[in-house]
């Protein structure tokens, strides 16, 4: 009897088990499922520490450089050094990062729908934009440095920033012009429209 008893208690014990999970389906799931973490906040994460990154290879070059100077070591000496090479290398990556920072709500938007097929080459421009104004600066101050150093003009001609100068603004010229077209091909598309909702008076 006493056996019988027993399996007749662990028996409803099963049945308001079962109820109770029938009557909260939810219940029984509510901690197993953990929060799917966001894509775009992965890639975001990631842009923001190669900012940084960027940004401390930036300061470092620079800070090298600076040291360069004040050990008497003359431009030749110095672009002779690693340095120059990474400080272009990290302002070129810093460029082409800050180039990506759209907010992720845009792009998450925009997901949806075709990306346009100038958005890459828009990007390419705007890159080749700050690695040109980049090299003007760079092969204007070293001209000056020469000067500075009492190089004549032939010396300074003979040396390769005038030409590394005139590349550099030819290149500038010539992306600036692009955009003017590009600029101006937007406004005579526009122009059509504007004129057919202008009333005759």
Wanted: proline share 5%.
């Amino acid at each position: 009897m006493d056996a019988i008893r027993q399996q007749l208690k662990e028996a409803q014990q099963r049945a308001d088990e079962l109820e109770k999970a029938l009557a909260n389906p939810q219940a029984t799931n509510t901690n197993s499922a953990p929060a799917p973490s966001s894509p775009n906040a992965d890639v975001e994460k990631k842009r923001k520490i190669d900012l940084a990154i960027a940004k401390a290879g930036i300061k470092k070059a620079e800070k090298n450089i600076a040291l360069l100077k004040e050990q008497g070591k003359d431009e030749a000496e110095i672009d002779a050094s690693e340095w120059p090479k990474k400080l272009a290398e990290a302002q070129e990556k810093l460029a082409a990062l800050e180039n990506e920072s759209a907010p992720a709500a845009v792009v998450e938007a925009k997901a949806e729908v075709a990306a346009p097929a100038n958005a890459d080459a828009e990007k390419k421009r705007k890159i080749d934009l700050a690695i040109a104004k980049a090299g003007i600066k760079k092969a204007e101050k070293n001209i000056a440095l020469l000067k500075e150093q009492g190089k004549d003009d032939a010396e300074i001609d003979a040396s390769e920033w005038p030409k590394k100068l005139a590349e550099a603004q030819e290149k500038l010229t010539a992306l600036e012009s692009n955009d003017g077209n590009s600029a101006t091909e937007k406004n005579a598309e526009k122009s059509p429209e504007s004129q057919s909702s202008r009333k005759p008076c």
